[in-house]
């Protein structure tokens, strides 16, 4: 194996959750030169990854030239394997699959999807198959040696650049338990937590000195989490809009990231940081990062989090707070 391609057409998250898998690649064929191919939203994430040698990116759909020009590089340079990452169907990632001029081209079955775009398929996943056991299939179909932690690495300009940022509001060694906040997944309303009860959750940890309190917000949602701010009994700092390298070095400053279900939970995973999350049964069985340092409530309604009380969120942080910080 000379070249290998990666294929994955899905949101920032969705790639980090993959990158345990591309370390698995990386580990089976040491020498190969690996690209990876994603969509527009994901290309923050792309200089994280340590596991690849190039990328591609397909841009937003307007962009016709930038399409034509991708399918010329793909048509003319060939390459040995090519791995489909997303374990359901996208015409968009069939259509590259075909334009990859690979002879084995790997994929999770999708039924029709499957047939002409591939060459080998593994069994679709199962309803509550978590992801990082599809990846663990996906690897050992191709004798890959494989654990289910995913990677991401910080650019050392990244790390600079945070630190600058966070030097006021946030002194190193002042011996708080520090916390964000990050209440995004906006535009996702049964897999978001009210509003109104990250406020009242919010409200109880200021009462707490032992915790310093952030909130954050993702692309397009800084209004949204200021008003949300807003509402709290006493100001609490925002962490300041940045690149999705910079967010992920001010994370690794936190001792906790407390969060609807997004990138964000993924982001802090794949370097380390203790997360607390509001999930559904769906996101509990499928997405949910795995470990101690990973707390949160479950709802049982398998499409929402809505339901899950204050009082619940409050008992259960409490303990995970007490895990990771006994004293």
């Known amino acids: 194996m000379e070249r290998i391609t990666a294929l994955y057409i899905g949101r920032v998250g969705d ?41 591609e990116v397909l841009q937003r759909p307007m962009k016709i030239g930038s399409h034509l020009k991708l399918a010329r590089r793909l048509l003319g340079e060939p390459c040995d394997l090519l791995v489909d990452l997303n374990s359901s169907y996208s015409k968009t990632s069939a259509l590259i699959a075909r334009a990859v001029r690979a002879p084995r081209r790997l994929a999770f079955d999708k039924g029709r999807g499957s047939s002409g775009a591939f060459t080998e398929v593994i069994a679709a996943p199962a309803e509550r198959e978590h992801m990082w056991d599809r990846y663990g299939r996906l690897a050992a179909s191709l004798d890959a040696p494989y654990d289910q932690e995913p990677e991401l690495r910080l650019p050392a300009a990244d790390v600079e650049e945070a630190e600058l940022l966070l030097d006021g509001p946030l002194p190193p060694g002042d011996g708080s338990f520090k916390i ?16 109104e009860k990250f406020v009242a959750l919010a409200d109880g940890l ?22 949300i701010v807003a509402r709290l009994k006493r100001p609490a700092p925002i962490l300041p809009v940045a690149s999705l390298g910079v967010s992920g070095a001010m994370l690794k400053r936190m001792n906790l990231l407390v969060c609807n279900i997004t990138g964000t939970t993924h982001l802090a995973a794949a370097l380390g940081v203790p997360t607390f999350g509001f999930y559904a049964g769906y996101t509990q069985a499928v997405w949910r990062p795995r470990g101690a340092r990973h707390g949160g409530t479950v709802c049982p309604e398998w499409e929402s989090c809505r339901e899950t009380t204050v009082e619940e969120a409050r008992a259960t942080l409490a303990e995970h707070v007490k895990r990771l910080s006994p004293s």
């Open 15 to 55: 790639v980090i959750v993959a990158t345990s898998f591309l370390r698995a690649l990386r580990r089976r064929h040491p020498k190969a030169r690996i690209r990876l191919i994603v969509g527009w939203r994901s290309i923050q994430v792309l200089p994280l990854i340590p596991f690849i040698d190039e990328w």
């Open 180 to 195: 964000t906040i990050h209440p995004g997944n906006f535009d996702r309303f049964s897999f978001r937590w009210p509003e």
């Open 206 to 227: 200021l009462d707490d000195p032992r915790v310093k309190l952030f909130f954050m917000g993702g692309p397009g949602e800084r209004e949204k989490v200021a008003a």
